[in-house]
């Protein structure tokens, strides 16, 4: 059967601060994220199948993706665990705001990485994550392909 790719879209709002980096980004700032998702698989051929035709419900791909990512990252402040801005994260939590430490730089290069793991653990075995685009603006998004992967 054929395959196909389906994708979806998410937003969310993200902020971070990237540690000893040399420019303006170093600054605690934030960002209006949008991710696509893209899925290949091939459509349900068992017409007794509730989702009959479908490679995945979008609504299955919404809720992993919301699960892991968009929940997780939304209105968060992310930090490289190892930053000196530990102390400003714990304060942060301390105060009731959300805060996440990571074991990697948040740039989107990285997250896009840490994204693909995430959502790869939680699809079916017959849907492979084909890709992902991670906008942090209007201009700038970084890209996971599986194919670069292998």
């Known amino acids: 059967m054929s395959k196909i790719r389906i994708t979806k879209q998410f937003s969310f709002e ?13 600054n605690v700032h934030g960002h209006s994220y949008n991710l696509y998702v893209t899925v290949i698989g091939s459509p349900i051929s068992d017409n007794s199948n ?3 035709g479908m490679v995945i419900d979008f609504g299955d791909l919404k809720k992993i993706v919301k699960e892991d990512i968009v929940d997780v990252f939304d209105h968060a402040t992310v930090f490289n665990k190892n930053t000196p801005h530990v102390e400003l994260a714990k304060e942060l939590q301390d105060r009731g705001h959300n805060v996440l430490l990571v074991d990697y730089q948040p740039t989107s290069e990285m ?6 793991e995430k959502i790869k653990e939680r ?13 942090e603006t209007a201009t700038s998004f970084a890209e996971w392909y599986a194919s670069d992967n292998e």
């Open 14 to 26: 993200t902020g971070h601060a990237l540690y000893g980096y040399d420019g303006k980004c170093k």
């Open 111 to 116: 997250m896009v990485i840490d994204f693909a």
């Open 123 to 135: 699809l079916p075995d017959n849907i492979k994550l084909h890709s992902l685009k991670l906008q």
């Open 50 to 52: 509730v989702k009959f």
